[in-house]
């Protein structure tokens, strides 16, 4: 089941993994390709040379888009989770991929079956990726060394929707949680490439979610990064204490 749900359910994948089992046990498996299941090959000579891994299907697919559709594609893979059309506008956009295309190539790429849309009552609409095309695409983005950058623009765009939550927590209360609970995985991404990275915004982001963490009862969790937090020097007076004041409570 575990592997199954890492190659998202991809039939070629499971087929390619399951060719796996003749010379490994399934718990070998799991740890060897956890991260890489894409890479896995097949040794069966009646899978053409396109589909002897899933890698290569997804190059064979990433070599069809236009040059602005791959660029948005590489960069979606920043997400984790799902996105909306606004922080894809607001994350992804610069000279090369100007916002006014970001729709138009958006459609594009769920048209061609590499995004996927999703809806819920009352919520915008919102997209996806599956996890071995996500994966792939931020092999890219590292190999083309603008992965700082791409999630400078991530976490500070998911940083000001929790300053501006925390600022309005009394007000609507039910939609400001119903939002952060949709980001949440983003919000994880966020605090953990900051910890290591950007030690004033992870401090920020974890003060202005301290409330969250306890209005959901995710005490631990929040015991968590609140204290790494307040390992942290934090010279602006109001962050720091957004940090004690949740980590008392």
Do not use: F, H
């Given at each position: 089941v575990t592997i199954?749900?890492?190659?998202?359910?991809?039939?070629?994948a499971v087929e390619l993994v399951a060719s796996r089992t003749r010379h490994m046990d399934l718990k070998m498996i799991l740890e060897r390709f956890a991260d890489r299941f894409d890479k896995v090959s097949s040794s069966d000579p009646r899978v053409s040379e396109r589909q002897q891994t899933l890698q290569a299907t997804i190059e064979w697919s990433y070599n069809l888009l236009s040059d602005s559709e791959k660029l948005l594609f590489t960069r979606l893979s920043v997400f984790s989770g799902g996105f909306d059309l606004a922080s894809a506008e607001e994350v992804c956009s610069d000279d090369q991929l100007p916002k006014e295309i970001i729709l138009e190539t958006l459609s594009a790429l769920v048209d061609?079956?590499?995004?996927?849309?999703?809806?819920?009552?009352?919520?915008?609409?919102?997209?996806?990726?599956?996890?071995?095309?996500?994966q792939f695409g931020h092999r890219l983005i590292i190999e083309r060394t603008d992965q700082d950058a791409l999630n400078k623009k991530h976490i500070h765009y998911y940083l000001s929707l929790a300053e501006e939550v925390y600022l309005e927590q009394y007000e609507e209360q039910l939609k400001w949680l119903n939002k952060l609970d949709t980001e949440e995985d983003n919000l994880m991404a966020a605090l953990e490439w900051s910890e290591d990275h950007s030690p004033e915004d992870f401090c920020r982001l974890a003060g202005s979610l301290a409330w969250y963490w306890a209005q959901k009862t995710k005490l631990v969790l929040g015991r968590q990064f609140l204290e790494e937090a307040h390992s942290f020097e934090i010279s602006e007076p109001v962050i720091r204490a957004r940090v004690l004041q949740g980590l008392g409570s």
């Open positions: 199954c749900n890492k190659v998202d359910g991809i039939p070629l061609r079956s590499l995004v996927y849309t999703m809806k819920a009552a009352d919520q915008p609409m919102r997209y996806n990726c599956l996890e071995t095309l996500r």
